[in-house]
């Protein structure tokens, strides 16, 4: 098994910048991929970045050129800058991991808890 925990959510002004982390617990696992997801209420979780263990990222839309992702394999933690931040920005953000067990053929999925960020305008 794996825990995500995260960190670094909360209330900010808008036009104003958080960093959220997402650190990944337990042993004999390699990860593959992690991602930052959000959902807001009412709406579908939807994809915010990605990072590969290999530094590959990948961002929505919506945040290119504000959030930047990025990862410290050696602590099996990632983390999303967030900056300019708007009031559409506001939902639960919830780190994602794709990983590989070692005494697994196949790649796991998990998902954190959940962390809020609030932004006010």
């Known amino acids: 098994q794996v825990q995500l925990v995260e960190s670094g959510g909360g209330l900010v002004q808008a036009g104003g910048s958080l960093r959220l982390s997402c650190a990944a617990s337990g042993s004999g696992f390699s990860i593959l991929v992690m991602s930052w997801y959000r959902q807001a209420p009412g709406r579908q979780r939807e994809l915010v970045a990605g990072i590969s263990s290999g530094g590959t990222t990948n961002y929505a839309d919506s945040v290119k050129g504000r959030f930047t992702i990025s990862g410290d394999n050696a602590k099996k933690t990632v983390y999303l800058q967030m900056s300019s931040l708007k009031s559409e920005d506001s939902a639960v953000y919830y780190c994602?991991?794709?990983?590989?067990?070692?005494?697994?053929?196949?790649?796991?999925?998990?998902w954190g808890q959940g962390t809020q960020v609030t932004v006010s305008s």
């Open positions: 994602n991991a794709d990983v590989v067990h070692s005494d697994v053929l196949f790649p796991r999925n998990y």
